[in-house]
C-alpha cells in the first residue's frame, strides 16, 4: 500500500528588500524581480517539493520606508491565507526588519505555525549572494514539523545565515555582515550548519487557538535617547512633543540617567500628563536595573516603567500595539511590565 505524504505548503509574502533584486543588464541598477519567476531565480527552490505560492506587494517597499500600515498588510496577508497553509516566509529589507518582526509578534495573536521572516546582505542573483541560502532555509524552517506532526516554530522569528532568532528579541548587528542579526538577551531558537539544529526549550510552544490579528497600530510614540550634554530645554521641548503618548527612553548602562533635579522634574511632569515612560538600556547586551544605582532608582520613583532587557524594537512596537488597542496609560503601563509573547523577561 503507497504511503501519502503530504507536501508542506507555503506562501512567500515578498515586502521588497534586497533580497528580491536582481541588476537591470541595460542601467545595472537594482530593481525588483518578478517572483512569478522565482524558480528560474533560484532554481534549488524546487529540490524542496514542497508546494509555494507567492504574495507580492506592489509596488515593493524599500524597508527604510516600512511602516506600520505595511505591518497592517502582513498580517492581514496571513490572517487571509493561515488557514490554508503551513508556514509563511516573509522576504523583507534588513533594516527594519527586527521592528517588524517584533510588531507582527504582537499583532499576530494566538499564531501556531511559523512565520519566518528573512531578507540578504546580496541581493538574491549576485554570485555570492546570501539570499539563495537564506531563503532555502527559511522555506525548510516554515515546512519542518516535530515528531507529533506540529510545526517546530509556533512564533515570528527572523532567519539569517547561521540562526534562527525570536523575532521580537533580534535587532541588526552588522550593515556588511552575513549575520547581519543577534539576540544578546535570549538563545538562538535554531542553529544552521550541515543541518538545523533546534533549541526546543526556548521554542515557544502554543495551544491550538483561533488566529486573532489585531492590526491598529498608534504611532504616537518615539524614542528619546540621552545623551552627556543634553540640556533642559531640550529634554522639555522632546517631552512636550505634540500629541505624543510614550516614549521609549534609552538609558545609560543598566538604566542610569542624569539625577539633576530638572531632569527629574520634567520626566515626572511628563508621566503626570499621562506620557507612558519605558526605561531601555542602549547596550545591546543586558537590560535594565531601576535598583541597582540611585540614578535608576529615580527614574522609577518618578512613573518610569522598567523595560528590563526588551529590545528597542520590541519596546517602541509594543507601545504602538497596547496604545492601538485603546489601553489607557494604566493599563499600557501594566502591559508593559508583562511578558505577552516572549518578548521580554519579568524577573
Known sequence: MKTYIKRPKILIIYTGGTIGMIENPETHAL????FDH?????????????????????????????????????????????????????????????FTASALSFMLENLSKPVIITGSQLPIGEVRTDGEENLITALQVAAAIDEKGRPRVQEVAILFENYLWRGNRATKMSADNFN?????NYPELAEIGLDIEYNTPYLRQMPPRPLKVCTDMDSNVMFLELNP?????????????????GIVLKTYGAGNSPSYPW????????????????????CVNGGVNCTLYETGNSLSAAGVISGYDITSEAAITKLMFLFGMQYSPSMVKKYMASDLCGEVTIP
Open 31 to 34: 530593481q525588483p524581480f518578478d
Open 38 to 98: 522565482l524558480i528560474d531565480n533560484v532554481p534549488k527552490v524546487k529540490k524542496l517539493d514542497y508546494e509555494i505560492e507567492h504574495f507580492q506587494f506592489d509596488p515593493p517597499i524599500d524597508s527604510s520606508n516600512m511602516d506600520p500600515s505595511h505591518w497592517r498588510d502582513i498580517a492581514l496577508a496571513i490572517e487571509e491565507h493561515y488557514d490554508f497553509y503551513d508556514g509563511f516566509v516573509v522576504l523583507h529589507g534588513t533594516d527594519t526588519m527586527a
Open 180 to 184: 547581519a542579526f543577534k539576540s544578546f
Open 229 to 245: 550634554g543634553m540640556n533642559e530645554k531640550t529634554l522639555d521641548h522632546l517631552l512636550h512633543t505634540p500629541g505624543i503618548k
Open 263 to 282: 531632569f527629574i522634574k520634567l520626566i515626572r511632569e511628563a508621566v503626570d500628563r499621562g506620557v507612558v515612560i519605558v526605561n531601555v538600556t542602549q
